[in-house]
């Protein structure tokens, strides 16, 4: 799993001679109907926006992150239809690799958990299954594209592990639910991996709303 900053909306606009940070940009434009558009301080204004829910003032910044991860989590992500995505597509390019998972052992009593919990034999037969499929799926995978088979349909010989690549762009709003929603337990650990990743990246370029949402 990695991820990685992209971009972040970049104001044009200057006010005392100074560049609007993204967070001033979210404010500038929520005083819009305010005689004191241009006023300095923000900080008062973005918690009383998130307390009282005027979530659209956040929707006027935008932030883009690249994630590498797994075609098992992927479709997680892609789920999130207030983002748009660019994803690694294996009818054009060749897949690269397969990611290893450490085993959890199944939560009887709640569907969306796991417990890590598993005895060291189980851990270790299941380490081995992992490279025996990848070693297996990869040999057959290039020998298809040696066949002059195309990438389209090589790819179905491919396990849900096999790497991937995708850039994803929302508004501040649209990462305060992500976040809110991916960083709870309740999310697959793999992908609550990448949530807590994006929180660190979305506190260092957002403190004050960040800190409007109780995130540190």
């Not at 490279?131 to 849900?160: D, F, Q, S």
């Not at 650990?189 to 260092?204: G, N, Q, S, T, W």
Request: charged fraction near 25%.
């Amino acid at each position: 799993m990695q991820v990685r900053l992209i971009s972040v909306t970049n104001p044009l606009i200057e006010i005392d001679n100074r560049q609007l940070t993204p967070e001033g940009l979210i404010a500038y434009c929520a005083r819009v109907s305010s005689p004191h558009q241009e006023t300095p301080d923000y900080a008062k204004l973005l918690s009383y926006c998130i307390t009282h829910k005027h979530w659209s003032v956040f929707e006027m910044v935008d932030m883009t992150v690249e994630i590498v991860t797994s075609r098992a989590i992927s479709p997680q992500i892609l789920r999130h239809r207030s983002f748009c995505f660019q994803e690694f597509s294996m009818r054009y390019a060749k897949a690269q690799a397969i990611e290893k998972y450490q085993p959890r052992r199944q939560d009887v009593k709640n569907r969306q958990n796991s417990l890590e919990d598993l005895d060291a034999a189980t851990v270790s037969w299941f380490d081995e299954a992992q490279e025996h499929v990848a070693k297996l799926t990869m040999e057959k995978y290039e020998e298809a594209l040696e066949k002059g088979i195309a990438k389209e349909c090589a790819r179905t010989l491919l396990p849900l592990g096999t790497q991937t690549k995708l850039y994803m762009k929302g508004s501040v709003r649209s990462w305060l639910h992500y976040l809110e929603v991916r960083t709870d337990p309740s999310t697959q650990k793999e992908h609550r991996d990448i949530a807590e990743a994006v929180m660190k990246l979305f506190i260092e370029q957002f403190p004050v709303t960040s800190s409007a949402m109780g995130w540190k």
